[in-house]
């Protein structure tokens, strides 16, 4: 018999678990020291919806905001200042691990506003104002996977910046990705960069996958299709982890490792279940293998720490079967292409509006404390 908690089975694989949540209040309060301690977690993601919802309760933020609104910031500058001190803050806390990991986890995320998604040099300038208030090496800018992202990501990789590129649900987009980071890497290179302090993470999106698809599933009704439902998340996934092995095997790949430079590492978001028939840790345990990290929101990590059942790594062995998986849904008349290039699309809406409510709660924080 063994003491090893699931967590720390799924750590011993090569899982870096990261946790999909920061507030203030996490901060200040210990929490997030207790989470390293107590439930292997290694790094954190935040996106405009955490922070919307941390900054909508509770009292913590009361302090800055009314100093903000003293200083005649506006909305725009405080949501600024308000959300790289958090990530400061937190970067500090997981400073330890990134030591001890060489850079490989301690991270902590932050994105780029949303409605730069399609602004190639929108995204590039502020990822670099993000980077530079932020102030931290374990810092990580995130960049979402759209075409004009792509772009970004070449160029804020290329001037040294670690970057979590975001809102990936194909494989194509996720090959795209792949080629923009060894562009930005060549470009890093030539331009005199330590290769080695420059990290990268490709976010592949799993539920949001499954919940699209089993809505068509449910749609045809037979026997075949409801045969499908819940699998394709998984499969997709399984199938990234295969081309980002190919990709980083390559004489290209293999001589910037040569050089220093670290690979990019598939990184398993939108992790908690939508579906409550569904095994609460499902995108965990299935999921399970070397060199990813799987970002959980706390109810996530919470279910694996209580009951996950970590039998061991879960993806090479399944290829074949990923593979089966998406022909049969393209059999039903499911389009691969139309579902990822739909959930892009609803991705970076989903934000945009998060952003909103997030500039609304400063907004009326700022009236409130004139």
């Known amino acids: 018999m063994t003491n090893e908690t699931p967590t720390t089975a799924l750590s011993n694989l090569g899982v870096s678990i990261w946790l999909d949540d920061l507030s203030r209040e996490r901060i200040n309060s210990g929490g997030l020291e207790s989470l390293i301690e107590s439930r292997n977690i290694v790094g954190v993601t935040t996106n405009p919806t955490i922070f919307a919802s941390a900054l ?37 806390i997981f400073r330890p691990v990134y030591d001890a990991t060489g850079g490989r986890d301690g991270r902590v995320s932050i994105e780029v506003e949303p409605g730069l998604a399609h602004d190639a040099a ?62 930005g890497l060549e470009k890093a290179k030539a331009a005199g960069h330590d290769l080695s302090k420059i990290h990268s993470v490709a976010s592949f999106f799993v539920s949001r996958v499954d919940t ?77 293998v070397d060199e990813t990290v799987n970002t959980m929101p706390e109810k996530t990590l919470e279910a694996t720490f209580d009951h996950g059942v970590i039998t061991g790594e879960q993806v090479t062995a399944n290829y074949d079967a990923a593979n089966i998986t998406l022909d049969a849904l393209t059999a039903l008349g499911i389009s ?25 709660t400063v907004s009326a924080a700022l009236e409130a404390a004139k």
């Open 56 to 92: 909508a309760k509770g009292e913590a933020y009361d302090e800055q905001v009314a100093a903000l609104a003293a200083e005649g910031k506006t909305v725009t500058e405080a949501v600024f200042e308000i959300t790289t001190d958090d990530v400061a803050a937190a970067s500090d």
């Open 122 to 183: 929108g995204t590039i300038a502020q990822a670099q104002q993000l980077w530079a208030k932020v102030g931290r090496e374990n810092a990580m800018i995130k960049i979402p996977a759209t075409v004009e992202g792509l772009e970004a990501i070449t160029e804020t990789i290329a001037a040294g910046i670690s970057v979590n590129v975001t809102l990936i649900f194909s494989l194509a987009r996720h090959r795209d990705v792949i080629e923009a980071y060894l562009a």
């Open 212 to 288: 699209e698809i089993d809505k068509r599933l449910d749609a045809i009704g037979t026997d075949d299709a409801k045969a499908l439902k819940s699998k394709a998340g998984v499969a997709n996934a399984r199938l990234a982890y295969q081309l980002y092995d190919a990709a980083f095997s390559t004489e290209r790949a293999l001589a910037l490792i040569a050089a220093g430079a670290n690979k990019q590492r598939p990184l398993w978001a939108s992790t908690g279940v939508k579906d409550p028939s569904l095994p609460d840790t499902l995108y965990v345990t299935e999921l399970a």
């Open 336 to 360: 691969y292409d139309e579902v990822t290039e739909l959930l892009e699309k609803e991705g970076v809406e989903k934000f945009i509006v998060s952003w909103n409510e997030l500039l609304d």
